[in-house]
């Protein structure tokens, strides 16, 4: 039992990281990229650009230093 929470824990770690908002930004991309696929509109670039503008909006929204 230990290894499995050793592996949730890793990959709690690896997907959410430092930021839940970009991780939760990745799976709403995903899905809006797979409701377009089911529509008739052209899905293949949909995740890029949203992938895309959530790190940007990421990063500028840390503040510098």
């Known amino acids: 039992m230990t290894h499995v929470r050793a ?19 990745a799976v709403l991309a995903l899905c809006v990229t797979a409701l377009a696929a089911q529509g008739s509109i052209p899905a293949w670039p949909l995740a890029p ?17």
């Not at 592996?7 to 930004?25: P, T």
């Not at 790190?55 to 929204?61: G, I, Y």
Request: hydrophobic content about 60%.
């Open 7 to 25: 592996f949730v824990r890793f990959c709690y770690d690896f997907i959410v990281g430092d930021d839940w908002r970009l991780a939760a930004a």
């Open 49 to 65: 650009i949203l992938a895309s503008v959530a790190l940007a909006v990421s990063v500028a929204r840390e503040p510098r230093r």
